[in-house]
């Protein structure tokens, strides 16, 4: 049973680019969330995705969107990069999300670098 | 944001000793969980604790949560090397989808 797989692991872009992140859920699951986390920070929250529709969204610019398929997979997208967006972006999925009744599990991050 | 504050930052102890790690939120909760992350790669769920639950184990871990005092605690007993890592505690917000980490609490476990 695979758990969630996220690409590529590492990345690096040069300011104003733009770049998109992929996750594929655990099977089973149906609800993927995604977080950017800073060096030495804990994750932060940016959307999550349920239903093929962004049901949730942090304190995030419209720079970051999303996309979720039919299959449950993810994308993340950054537009116009800025050295800040810097980080490890994970996915984390989880199954009938009910008010936070549910266990997320992590894939392994993608560490974005821009430079 | 950050909502949970985890205390202490840092911790180092030896190896067989029992690790204490706080964790302390702002609003009212449905659930705790806390995750232990290895090299800043992806976070392994521990436990989760629910609002009214007081006290929770799971092998060598044992949680408590005191929800007057929007506090949480993780104690991992008989500490091993392998439990080197940073851990952190989330919690929900109620009536919504997100999780809020905490800022973490980095455990090194000298063999």
């Known amino acids: 049973d695979a758990g969630v797989t996220q690409s590529p692991t590492h990345l690096i872009k040069t300011r104003g680019q733009q770049v998109t992140l992929r996750c594929s859920p655990k099977?089973?699951?149906?609800?993927v969330s995604w977080y950017q986390q800073a060096l030495g920070q804990g994750p932060q929250f940016i959307f999550q995705y349920y239903e093929e529709e962004e049901r949730q969204r942090g304190n995030f610019p419209d720079r970051f969107s999303g996309h979720q398929f039919p299959n449950y997979s993810s994308e993340l997208n950054v537009n116009a990069l800025l050295l800040g967006d810097s980080a490890l972006y994970l996915c984390a999925s989880s199954s009938k999300w009910t008010s936070g009744k549910e266990t997320q599990y992590f894939g392994p991050g993608t560490r974005l670098l821009v430079l | 944001s950050q909502q949970g504050e985890e205390d202490p930052q840092a911790l180092s102890i030896q190896e067989g000793e029992n690790a204490t790690m706080n964790c302390s939120y702002k609003t009212s909760i449905n659930n705790l969980q806390w995750y232990r992350q290895n090299s800043g790669r992806g976070l392994v769920h521990l436990i989760l604790i629910r609002s009214n639950e007081r006290e929770k184990h799971s092998g060598r871990l044992r949680v408590t949560l005191d929800t007057s005092k929007k506090s949480s605690s993780l104690l991992i007993t008989a500490s091993r090397a392998a439990d080197t890592a940073s851990y952190f505690c989330?919690?929900?917000?109620?009536?919504?989808?997100?999780?809020?980490f905490g800022t973490g609490t980095r455990l090194k476990v000298l063999a």
């Open positions: 099977s089973g699951h149906d609800t």
């Open positions: 989330a919690t929900d917000q109620g009536g919504t989808y997100k999780y809020i």
